[in-house]
Structure formats: C-alpha cells, structure tokens
C-alpha cells in the first residue's frame, strides 16, 4: 500500500489558537487529497477534496474559513484549524490518491489526534 | 437513511473463532467495496478490496459482496488477539466519486 505519513500524530492546544496538520505522500505524487474527520466511536466524515494547486472543495456544513487546506505540492497538503475550539477536538486524517488512480482505492495517513483545551 | 450501515458491536470472540462482520448498504450503483482495519488512535488499513459481486480470500480473511442484496461480509478465521480492532467497511461507485464508510465494528479477540 501506499505510504502516507502524517505530524504531528498528536497535539493539545488552547482554545483559540491555530493548528496546523501536515500530510505527505512518500512513494507517490497525489493530485488529490482528502481529508476526513472521525468522532470517537463514529466513522470517518469527509471535510474537503483538494486537487493540486487548486481550492479545496468543502463537504456541508464544514467551514471552509476554519479549516483551511493546502495542495500546493503533489506530496504535501496541509490543514490549518484556525481559532480551534474544544469542538474541534477529533482525529483528522488524510487520505491522497494519485492521477492514475481510478479511486477504486483509499489508503491513509496515522491520523492526528487535536484535543483543545 | 444513511448510505452505509454496520453495527458497532462491540463483539467479543475467543481466539481460534471465525469472525462475521458485515455491512448493508442503500445505493445500488456502488461498485467498490473495501474493508478497513483501524488499531486504537491511528488511520485505518486497507485489508480487502472488491470490485462487485463476488468472493476474495487473502490469508484468513475473505471479503463476499451480494449487490443483490446490498450486503458485504468480512469473514476473519483463526481469529488472533493481534485481530482486535475496529473494522470499517466502506464502498463508491468508482471514477472518483466519494466512498462511504460505515460506522464500524469493534472487535476483541479474547486469548
């Protein structure tokens, strides 16, 4: 599978500050990055869809001036939580896919674990 | 109703049992079906992959897909200890479209 990894595997900020969340894809180029949010004991809930060099295209109900997500480079996205709120406590994961994927395929990145304060 | 349903369980076997776990879905043009395993605090690992109806077996799990039925199943034999965790299904009808994902069924394993 592929290899995606994830930093920082886990943070504790306080309320109203800005995290940030890396994702890089090693062993191959992702046009496409996803970005999932799981809720303990609850599955994962896509938050946004980000192709290269492109914005990011949010799911309802996600605030696109909260989260704000970065593609800038075929193995790095990024995902700023900006002003963070206990709310936003969760697990943020990110899933990349390449061009010559048709999607028929997912594959993951560790997770970050935000608990804010 | 949602796109995807699994019970979460939780379930609890002895080791050596064969395990079932399963999810029903509502959408008939999926056309993917995986499962995931996701060990507490990190991402879920892709453990099976199927493309429409049928059976795959790798090692001691097997996937079946019943699209007649909108039913997938993950049977795991000889369950381990190492086999606890949460199991997510998940499906999309390919060519970029989104997956779905149930909820999830955690699994223990018992020594």
């Known amino acids: 599978g592929a290899v995606v990894s994830q930093h920082p595997s886990w943070v504790i900020c306080k309320s109203g500050t800005s995290v940030k969340i890396e994702c890089r894809s090693l062993d191959f180029q992702a046009t496409t990055m996803f970005w999932y949010r799981q809720f303990p004991k609850q599955s994962l809930m896509l938050m946004a869809t980000?192709?290269?060099?492109?914005?990011?295209?949010?799911e309802q109900g996600v605030e696109k001036d909260k989260f704000l997500i970065n593609h800038a480079s075929l193995t790095l996205s990024t995902l700023t939580v900006t002003s963070a709120h206990p709310e936003d406590s969760s697990f943020y994961i990110c899933?990349?896919?390449?061009?010559?994927?048709?999607?028929?395929?997912?594959?993951f990145g560790p997770g970050t674990r935000l608990t804010v304060l | 109703q949602k796109e995807v349903e699994q019970d979460p369980g939780p379930l609890s076997v002895p080791e050596g049992a064969i395990v079932s776990l399963n999810c029903t879905y509502s959408?008939?043009?999926?056309?993917?079906f995986m499962w995931y395993r996701q060990y507490s605090r990190k991402g879920p690992e892709l453990l099976m992959y199927?493309?429409?109806?049928g059976n795959k077996e790798d090692g001691r799990f097997t996937a079946q897909v019943d699209k007649s039925s909108k039913y997938i199943s993950l049977f795991i034999r000889d369950s381990q200890p190492s086999d606890s965790a949460t199991y997510l299904c998940a499906m999309s009808a390919g060519g970029g479209n989104q997956f779905y994902f149930g909820t999830g069924t955690s699994l223990t394993v018992i020594p």
């Open positions: 959408n008939s043009a999926f056309q993917y």
């Open positions: 980000s192709n290269e060099g492109s914005k990011a295209t949010y």
């Open positions: 899933s990349p896919t390449s061009g010559s994927s048709s999607y028929n395929e997912q594959f």
């Open positions: 199927t493309y429409s109806s």
